[in-house]
């Protein structure tokens, strides 16, 4: 997270309903390879930090680091663009759904290669997540305010740019998932009805909250007439979807 640091007013609740989801946190932990050291950036209240292996966290955000759970790993209060340590000094780096925040995410993903041998990114493809439902049927808003973010095309472009090894992998959004981000709510859209739910959600939180509580209206008489189930019938039975989001890793 940058400069901007949204949650210093959107991050109070954030650790009750984004819990890491074991089956995501599985991918992460994959992709790091055998990193002993790991240096977390925009850690937040610490999802998905590794087990197993020697961790720093950076995380500008006093709200967030204030929820980081008893035994997290060691916190630095800083920014993703001038991350506070020497070069290489850890195996890995990982920035979990993160770099859309940064002031200045080729800055961001510089200090991620300067400190480190191997980078993980968690981000997503917004012409994915544009054809998601609550996106397309209800809050197209998410998509034109994402039009301008760090995503998926922007990190795994400067990294090529640095000659680095990419490979990018789908991580689909389990039906039960436990980490309340945007997507995570596919297939048990009450969830959505929930405003402290959406006040964990960066992409609800910062929308004009007139618009996302009119979409959440005609949500709601969606629901309880059945013509969103109608619609989404096919999703019903489904186990995973693919909704954009990927994982980025730089050697």
């Known amino acids: 997270m940058g400069n901007a640091n949204p949650y210093e007013t959107m991050g109070l609740g954030y650790s009750h309903h984004r819990r890491p989801d074991p089956r995501i946190a599985g991918q992460i932990d994959r992709a790091l390879g055998s990193a002993a050291t ?23 955000s006093a709200v967030m680091i204030s929820q ?68 397309d049927e209800y809050l197209p808003q998410i998509a034109d305010a994402e039009a301008g973010l760090a995503c998926l095309d922007v990190v795994q472009s400067w990294f090529r740019r640095e000659g680095a090894r990419v490979s990018v992998i789908p991580v689909p959004v389990p039906a039960d998932c436990t ?5 995570a709510y596919w297939s048990r859209p009450h969830h959505y009805l929930d405003p402290h739910v959406r ?10 909250q007139h618009l996302v509580e009119r979409a959440m209206r005609r949500l709601d008489i969606d629901l309880t007439t059945r013509r969103w189930h109608e619609r989404h019938e096919d999703l019903l039975d489904a186990d995973t979807l693919d909704l954009g989001y990927r994982l980025v890793t730089s050697t």
């Open 38 to 60: 790991v240096i977390n950036v925009g850690a937040g209240s610490g999802s998905y930090e590794p087990r197993g292996r020697q961790v720093i966290a950076v995380e500008p």
């Open 199 to 208: 006040a964990a959600i960066s992409a609800l939180a910062r929308l004009d």
């Open 68 to 135: 980081r759970p008893p035994g997290s790993a060691p916190v630095v209060q800083g920014y993703a663009e001038s991350l506070p340590v020497p070069d290489k000094s850890f195996d890995a780096a990982m920035a979990i759904l993160t770099v859309h925040h940064w002031t200045d995410a080729a800055a961001g993903l510089a200090e991620l290669r300067r400190v480190s041998d191997r980078q993980i990114v968690l981000t997503w493809d917004p012409a994915v997540t544009a054809r998601f439902w609550l996106v």
């Open 179 to 183: 980490d309340g981000f945007l997507g």
